[in-house]
């Protein structure tokens, strides 16, 4: 994996001595990653990690002796690489809840900030979902002080304030918009981004497009005298947010309409890369409990860092130095932003068990579908229909050993979810066999 060749190689000889360590530790964990033959192993994750954190502890105490502190060269950029894999890796072996965790979503959790604030358009739901990431992740930092190294914990509490202040900067904006207002701006948000979505679509879809159009002037329709007014017949405040964001929406489906899904040729091939990522990451989304290893996403994360570092002042521009117009600009940092936002859900909804359970976890997790269903649609007749639930839970929990899911000799992690599922399964098979047996009584 190629380094960004902006960072200069390390000038003091010890630190090279560190880089050298460094690249071998993240070259066993790209094998590590590579490796489907067989599943990822506590022990080998923690392994490597904790021999990547004595290298973090002799670079810190090598900088600290010069004094050079926030030093920045390749040994950072290598580092980074090597704490983005063992953070997915920790999400592999189902160790979700520590701290280690962490690193890959707080990576994730900047670049969206940083794009929303560049778009300038969001709505409070966006930052609340955000800000509960936030807080989950601190809460996991607390939790693992006593664990993990200190080192470590200062480098991601460091990234997590970041986040926050950048959070706070992004509901500052939307301070002066008022209840009144907030269902027109959440609508106009997503006009705008369903606008964006069907200027990326292999087909342009015009009446779609048209159809947007129509809504925004349907929304401009119920304005008096160039304001909102709220059910009191005053206007309430935060208008020049909304009218704002009315503006560019129509500014934005002009533009679409007129381009009709063609994107300036100079620019084709950042775009329908930045598309390929983008659908690739969408039918992750689809079947990530049955297809997703954790460790997938650096490799995604990483082609989409390089695409937006390869910006100039925030401006795409080609070989010769030519800016991006408009509509190929706001259309790359669109599925940028599209990209990163599916990674950030993907991450989110990984389960806190080891991918050598998951088979089981999800066969139960569909299982629970199932019977929630039959519930919810007035159970059965006779306990005889539960009998294909009753054998295949029975399956299941037959192959528990001392209580244990194993693999071989091996104990995975996410124990206390697959265990947890599996009784709440038996217990929703048992009221509906309880239900069915009082049906059939009452019958006869």
């Known amino acids: 994996m190629a380094d960004s060749p902006a960072l200069q190689i390390p000038l003091d000889p010890k630190e090279q001595l560190i880089l050298d360590h460094l690249l071998q530790l993240r070259d066993k964990l790209f094998l590590l990653k590579q490796d489907k033959s067989t599943y990822v192993k506590s022990q080998d994750v923690i392994a490597i990690y904790d021999r990547v954190i004595e290298q973090v502890h002799r670079l810190n105490t090598l900088r600290a002796e010069h004094a050079k502190p926030l030093e920045s060269n390749r040994v950072d950029r290598v580092l980074d690489d090597c704490f983005q894999l063992i953070s997915l890796f920790f999400l592999t072996i189902g160790r979700n809840n520590e701290a280690p965790a962490v690193y890959s979503m707080a990576s994730t959790v900047r670049r969206l900030l940083d794009h929303l604030k560049e778009a300038a358009f969001f709505s409070a739901k966006d930052l609340v979902s955000i800000g509960h990431t936030l807080d989950t992740m601190r809460d996991t930092l607390q939790r693992g002080k006593e664990t993990h190294s200190p080192h470590l914990l200062t480098l991601l509490e460091n990234r997590i304030h970041a986040c926050q202040n950048l959070l706070a900067e ?68 935060g208008q020049e947010i909304v009218i704002g964001l009315l503006e560019r929406c129509f500014l934005w489906s002009d533009i679409v309409l007129t381009r009709q899904g063609r994107i300036d040729e100079r620019f084709k091939p950042t775009y329908d890369k930045l598309c390929d990522i983008r659908n690739q990451l969408e039918r992750l989304t689809l079947t990530q409990a049955w297809s997703l290893r954790e460790t997938d996403l650096y490799n995604f994360q990483r082609q989409l860092d390089r695409v937006d570092e390869s910006r100039i002042n925030g401006n795409f521009e080609d070989p010769t130095g030519y800016k991006a117009d408009l509509h190929a600009q706001r259309t790359l940092l669109y599925l940028l932003r599209r990209s990163y936002a599916y990674i950030y859900s993907l991450i989110i909804s990984s389960e806190p068990v080891s991918e050598a359970l998951l088979p089981v976890f999800n066969q139960l997790q569909t299982l629970r579908k199932c019977l929630l269903e039959v519930k919810r649609s007035g159970g059965v007749s006779s306990p005889r229909d539960l009998y294909p639930y009753s054998m295949k839970l029975s399956s299941i929990d037959n192959m528990q050993i001392d209580g244990k899911f194993t693999v071989g000799t091996d104990i995975p992690e996410g124990q206390g979810s697959v265990s947890t599922l599996l009784a709440e399964c038996f217990d929703l098979l048992y009221e509906l066999k309880i239900e069915a047996e009082e049906r059939e009584s009452e019958e006869s």
């Open 170 to 237: 992004l509901q500052a904006s939307l301070a002066d918009l008022s209840p009144g207002l907030t269902p027109i701006h959440e609508r106009l948000v997503s006009i705008l981004r369903s606008i964006s979505a069907a200027n990326t679509r292999s087909k342009f879809p015009s009446s779609e497009v048209e159809g947007f159009r129509t809504q925004l002037k349907e929304i401009k329709a119920t304005m008096v005298d160039g304001k909102f007014l709220g059910e009191d017949s005053v206007a309430p405040a």
